[in-house]
């Protein structure tokens, strides 16, 4: 069975839903995922088909006027100055979208606290039929892959997931040792990119606040295959769930364009995955 691929929205910045979805369908994309929940970002647009009915519409027709299937929304956040009643209208709009899913991540070390609200978030997504799957990053509340499953075990839903992205967890020192070992039923899609090793030529970074690890993470990802992360290794360990390729490179953005650094993008992966035996 080929591998499924989804563009995220991360990868190409900026670009209104319509565009991303046909971005992604001229690239050979399996399916789309957009940024519908609002991160508030200095200078970064908000596309909320939730309170905007015109925009709503413009998705729905695009989505099926490219055949692009929705996989996920994002990011559902946990984080104690924000209201997560907000996601609900988002996550209605996604699943009459035909989603599937919901990324999250959590800001907190509060595990009391980030344990009984991301259970809330849970059981949110459940009731329109998502599944609710959080992503762990060094630098954040929940930081390793352990953290993240101790979470998945505490909430005890049968809709939560953990989330790898494979910049963060080689970042976190996460081997495919480690995540073969893991029971496959904590797996729901995988985040894919690739970045530059440590100023030790080791992947790993220990400074949670390391200028290298947070400019890489939101500018600066590397094509699979080019970078140190050990790409083929965790893939291979996990099941043939959908890569969601979320590589933001503003350099190679600006020079190839949103479409072009896209479908660089998917080619590079393709590439890659022919060249380890990934099937």
Known sequence: MARKFSLAYLTIPGTDPVTQIKIAKEAGYDFVSLRTIPMHLPGEPEFLPQKDPDLFNAIKAALKEYDMPLMDIELARIRPDLEIEEYKPAFEAAAKLGASDVLGSIWTRDKAWYTETAGKVADMAKEFGLKYNIEFLPWAGVRSLQEDITLIDEL???????????????????????????????FNFIHLCDGPAGPDGDPVLDNIKDDLMLYTAREARYYPGEGVMDIAGMVKAMPEIPLSIELPNLKEMEARGAAGHAARCLETAKAYFKANGIE
Request: glycine fraction near 10%; charged fraction near 25%; charge should be positive.
């Open 156 to 186: 005890g839903r049968s809709n939560v997931y953990v989330m790898v992205d494979t910049l963060h967890a080689g970042r976190a020192g996460v081997t495919a040792a480690e995540l073969a070992r893991t029971p496959r039923r904590y």
